[in-house]
């Protein structure tokens, strides 16, 4: 079984940063791709791509974040990370991690995020 662990969520006022850990444990024997995913408060909101980043490093970022948040990892701490910067309102969400681990498919529980002033 793995688990996902995630910290780093909060109240920020627009235009401040954040930074969202998720940690990978458990029987771990390999793990591709890790990502962050968001969902919005309100009916309808679907949960979206925020970033992703591959085993090598490579990166996806949705449209709305480029320029602003950052993807990283930590493969020997099986950590990812999202720095997020210049926080807008419609950043607002639960933002949940997404890890690919011994072929299988975890979510985390999910961190809220909430820019306002």
């Known amino acids: 079984q793995v688990q996902l662990v995630e910290s780093g969520g909060g109240l920020v006022q627009p235009g401040e940063s954040l930074r969202l850990s998720c940690a990978a444990s458990g029987s771990l024997f390999s793990i591709s791709t890790m990502g962050w995913y968001r969902q919005a408060p309100g009916p309808g909101k679907q949960r979206e791509l925020v970033?992703?980043?591959?085993?090598?490093?490579?990166?996806t970022y949705a449209d709305s974040v480029k320029g602003r948040f950052t993807i990283s990892r930590d493969n020997a701490k099986n950590t990812v990370y999202l720095q997020m910067n210049s926080l807008k309102p419609e950043d607002t969400a639960s933002y949940y991690c997404?890890?690919?681990?011994?072929?299988?498919?975890?979510w985390g529980q999910g961190t809220q995020v909430t820019v306002s002033s």
């Open positions: 970033a992703r980043i591959t085993t090598n490093g490579s990166t």
């Open positions: 997404r890890v690919v681990a011994n072929s299988r498919l975890y």
